[in-house]
């Protein structure tokens, strides 16, 4: 008799919930693995682990009953992924792919080593003062943690010595080792999702992404961007995994100059918000691929069923309880999608929630989609 297969995803945030309703969607089970109790993947499952990679016994019982294991963040180190690598249970990405990532120096150096475009960096010690680097990457450049940076957590922009003692001390204290970044004056920021398997890449379209206060806000889907932009980056992307050996879904989020130079950001090896517009936008989301990529299944189509969509994300615009509080306004227009995450508390800025809407014209369902979220409260 045939078992139900299960996914195992390391964290319970709003990545994994979505990434579990497709896994539903395809007849598998979930296992969750997240530190507190009904986070908002765990609300979905009754396989929910409450408690971290750090705990061996816990973590052990989790990789049992999973046939396979994904993580919805980068920030898992990979002696742990190593772990459940050593029980047979295949994790998407691999310890060894994380390995090349999540240290942000470490990332640089491997895709410059393979030849792509990224910024100039260096690793920042002790014996570095501002002028020292000044003379490599000019006046004005970025200080970042090497690891646990996210959503501009862990970025720090320096244009004078203050600014450069100032970033140092933050930055160090979130985590030890820092880098220094070439400042990229961009026209826009791009992305590109990119699902692999061993027999299969697919690569959604590219796309334009807007930041509020460092987080990804809003999603422009296509990106409008010359033909030949689109072939550079879609390119690009796909190098990219590979000089990583990635496995599962990836999003790379890239810098667009003015001179039409295209310029690798960072890779996330996971589902990623500038693809939340693909679950509605195209025949198979991000999610549905990543899923498919684990299973090692066929991949499914990655073309946009409408001629343009636009995410924006929902954050926080209140301290308390994490329910839209005006439903009748967030659904007057009725082509919107609306998702909520089941987050039990909102504060100002923190993701709750995202909209969707497709149509023929960009420009105008971008607007629509402004008025409809300047209207949720959460």
Same mark, same amino acid.
């Given at each position: 008799?045939?078992?139900?297969?299960?996914?195992?995803?390391?964290?319970?945030?709003?990545?994994?919930?979505?990434?579990?309703?497709?896994?539903?969607?395809?007849? &598998?089970?979930?296992?969750?693995?997240?530190?507190?109790?009904?986070?908002?993947?765990?609300?979905?499952?009754?396989?929910?682990?409450?408690?971290?990679?750090?705990?061996?016994?816990?973590?052990?019982?989790?990789?049992?009953?999973?046939?396979? !294991?994904?993580?919805?963040?980068?920030?898992?180190?990979?002696?742990?992924?190593? &772990?459940?690598?050593?029980?047979?249970?295949?994790?998407?990405?691999?310890?060894?792919? #994380?390995?090349?990532?999540?240290?942000?120096?470490?990332?640089?150096?491997?895709?410059?080593? @393979?030849?792509?475009?990224? /910024?100039?960096?260096?690793?920042?010690?002790?014996?570095?003062?501002?002028?020292?680097?000044?003379?490599?990457?000019?006046?004005?450049?970025?200080?970042?943690? =090497?690891?646990?940076?996210?959503?501009?957590?862990?970025?720090?922009?320096?244009?004078?010595?203050?600014?450069?003692?100032?970033?140092?001390?933050?930055?160090?204290?979130?985590?030890?080792? #820092?880098?220094?970044?070439?400042?990229?004056?961009?026209?826009?920021?791009?992305?590109?999702?990119?699902?692999?398997?061993?027999?299969? #890449?697919?690569?959604?379209?590219?796309?334009?992404?807007?930041?509020?206060?460092?987080?990804?806000?809003?999603?422009?889907? /296509?990106?409008?961007?010359?033909?030949?932009?689109? =072939?550079?980056?879609?390119?690009?992307?796909?190098?990219?995994?590979?000089?990583?050996?990635? &496995?599962?879904? &990836?999003? #790379?989020?890239?810098?667009?100059?003015?001179?039409?130079? !295209?310029?690798? %950001?960072?890779?996330?090896?996971?589902? @990623?918000?500038?693809?939340?517009?693909?679950?509605?936008?195209?025949?198979?989301?991000?999610?549905?691929?990543?899923?498919?990529?684990?299973?090692?299944?066929?991949?499914? %189509?990655?073309?946009?069923?409408?001629?343009?969509?636009?995410?924006?994300?929902?954050?926080?615009?209140?301290?308390?309880?994490?329910?839209?509080?005006?439903?009748?306004?967030?659904?007057?227009?009725? %082509?919107?999608?609306?998702?909520?995450?089941?987050?039990?508390?909102?504060?100002?800025?923190?993701?709750?929630? @995202?909209?969707?809407?497709?149509?023929? %014209?960009?420009?105008?369902?971008?607007?629509?989609?402004?008025?409809?979220?300047?209207?949720?409260?959460?």
């Amino acid at each position: 008799m045939n078992k139900r297969k299960c996914i195992g995803i390391l964290g319970g945030g709003q990545l994994a919930r979505m990434t579990a309703y497709q896994a539903y969607k395809l007849g &598998f089970d979930v296992a969750i693995l997240e530190k507190e109790k009904k986070s908002p993947a765990g609300q979905l499952t009754k396989n929910e682990f409450v408690g971290w990679v750090d705990d061996k016994k816990l973590l052990k019982k989790f990789t049992e009953i999973c046939d396979v !294991v994904t993580l919805e963040n980068e920030f898992i180190d990979a002696a742990d992924l190593n &772990f459940i690598e050593d029980f047979g249970k295949p994790v998407f990405p691999s310890s060894a792919t #994380i390995s090349l990532i999540q240290d942000k120096y470490i990332q640089k150096q491997t895709l410059n080593n @393979h030849s792509l475009p990224v /910024p100039k960096f260096t690793a920042v010690t002790g014996q570095h003062c501002y002028n020292d680097l000044k003379n490599v990457f000019g006046k004005k450049f970025l200080l970042k943690s =090497r690891k646990m940076g996210y959503d501009g957590y862990g970025n720090y922009l320096v244009k004078n010595e203050n600014d450069f003692i100032e970033g140092t001390k933050k930055l160090s204290s979130r985590h030890s080792e #820092i880098m220094a970044e070439e400042f990229i004056k961009f026209e826009k920021e791009l992305a590109v999702m990119l699902v692999r398997t061993a027999k299969e #890449i697919v690569v959604y379209p590219v796309v334009e992404t807007i930041q509020k206060n460092h987080i990804c806000h809003t999603v422009l889907a /296509p990106a409008s961007i010359q033909k030949k932009i689109e =072939r550079m980056a879609k390119k690009i992307a796909v190098q990219a995994v590979k000089a990583v050996n990635g &496995f599962g879904i &990836f999003g #790379i989020e890239m810098f667009l100059t003015k001179d039409g130079k !295209v310029y690798i %950001n960072e890779i996330a090896p996971r589902p @990623h918000n500038s693809g939340h517009y693909t679950i509605e936008a195209c025949v198979a989301s991000q999610f549905e691929n990543h899923v498919r990529a684990a299973f090692n299944l066929p991949l499914g %189509n990655a073309t946009l069923n409408k001629p343009a969509a636009v995410m924006i994300n929902l954050l926080g615009k209140k301290e308390g309880e994490g329910v839209v509080e005006n439903y009748s306004d967030a659904l007057k227009n009725s %082509n919107v999608h609306l998702h909520i995450y089941g987050k039990a508390k909102s504060r100002m800025g923190r993701k709750m929630g @995202h909209i969707t809407l497709l149509g023929k %014209n960009l420009d105008k369902i971008y607007a629509d989609a402004k008025k409809i979220e300047k209207k949720i409260i959460i």
